[in-house]
C-alpha cells in the first residue's frame, strides 16, 4: 500500500519554511525520507524507527508519530539547494521492503 | 568510496524488442534493489535480493522481466518483449543492512528506457 504525501507541491521563497507529510494504511517498523533533483538518483536524508531512533543528516528534522502512522519532515530556513521532489518511503512489519510514496515537488525560488 | 554504477544510462528500444540492464553495487553490500520509476511517480520496488538470493520479487511482471544477481554481487535486469508502459527509469539500489528498515539506500543514476 503506497503512503500518501501532501501537499503534493510546495513553493516556497529562500528562507520559508515548509512541512511535508507521509501517512500510511499500515503499522509501521521505520519512515524513510529522500529528495530527488530532476534527472537524478534519490539521495538519503533520514531514517525514523519505532521507537525514536533517528538516523540521517544533522540539518534535516523529522517526526514519526507511529500511533497515526505518520511522518512529517521540516525544513527550516529553505536554500536553493534544498528544491527537488522528496519521496517517504515506509517499511512495515510484514514485508521488509520500503514503498515509496507519491512524492512532493519543491521548489525554492530566490 | 565508489558508489552503484549502473549502464546502459540511457537506452531506446521499440516494443517488443528486449533489453538488459546491469547493475553493480557498492562493494560489501549485501541487499541490492531494482526500483521502476514512471515519469512523475514514485520508484516502485521490482525485485530484492539479500546476496544472491530472492527476499521478494512480488511486483515484478514475470511474464516479460526477469532479474539475476551472481555472486551475490552484480545484477542484471532484463525486459523481453517490452512494451510501451516499460518506459521509465531503473533505479537499482544497495544497502549494507540486511533489513530494509534500517538502512540507508544508496541508489543509481539510474537507466532511462524509452519504448517506441
Known amino acids: 500500500q503506497q503512503p500518501v504525501q501532501s501537499p503534493q507541491a510546495v513553493i516556497l521563497r529562500e528562507g520559508e519554511d515548509a512541512v511535508i507529510n507521509c501517512s500510511s494504511s499500515?503499522?509501521?517498523?521505520?519512515v524513510h525520507w529522500y529528495r530527488q533533483k530532476h534527472g537524478e538518483a534519490p539521495v538519503f536524508l533520514m531514517i525514523?524507527?519505532?521507537?525514536?531512533e533517528q538516523k540521517g543528516h544533522e540539518k534535516i528534522s523529522a517526526s514519526f508519530n507511529e500511533k497515526k502512522q505518520q511522518s512529517s519532515l521540516y525544513l527550516t530556513a529553505s536554500q536553493l539547494s534544498y528544491s527537488g521532489t522528496y519521496f517517504c518511503?515506509?517499511?512495515?512489519?510484514?514485508?521488509?521492503?520500503?514503498?515509496f510514496g507519491t512524492g512532493t515537488r519543491l521548489q525554492v525560488f530566490p | 568510496e565508489a558508489g552503484v554504477a549502473q549502464s546502459p544510462r540511457y537506452k531506446i528500444i521499440e516494443k517488443r524488442q528486449s533489453v538488459a540492464f546491469w547493475c553493480n553495487p557498492i562493494?560489501?553490500?549485501?541487499?541490492l534493489y531494482w526500483y521502476q520509476q514512471i515519469l512523475g511517480q514514485g520508484p516502485k520496488l521490482l525485485i530484492q535480493?539479500?546476496?544472491?538470493?530472492?527476499?521478494?520479487d512480488s511486483q515484478l511482471p514475470k511474464d516479460r522481466f526477469s532479474a539475476e544477481r551472481l555472486k551475490g554481487v552484480d545484477s542484471t535486469l532484463k525486459i523481453q518483449p517490452a512494451k510501451l508502459e516499460d518506459s521509465a527509469v531503473y533505479l537499482c539500489?544497495?544497502?549494507?543492512?540486511?533489513?530494509?528498515?534500517?538502512?540507508?539506500?544508496?541508489f543509481g543514476e539510474g537507466s532511462r528506457l524509452t519504448v517506441l
Open positions: 535480493f539479500q546476496n544472491n538470493g530472492v527476499v521478494d
Open positions: 518511503g515506509t517499511d512495515d512489519y510484514n514485508t521488509d521492503k520500503l514503498i
Open positions: 539500489a544497495s544497502s549494507p543492512e540486511r533489513y530494509t528498515g534500517t538502512g540507508e539506500l544508496f
Open positions: 562493494s560489501g553490500h549485501a541487499t
Open positions: 499500515k503499522a509501521l517498523y521505520s
Open positions: 525514523l524507527l519505532k521507537g525514536g
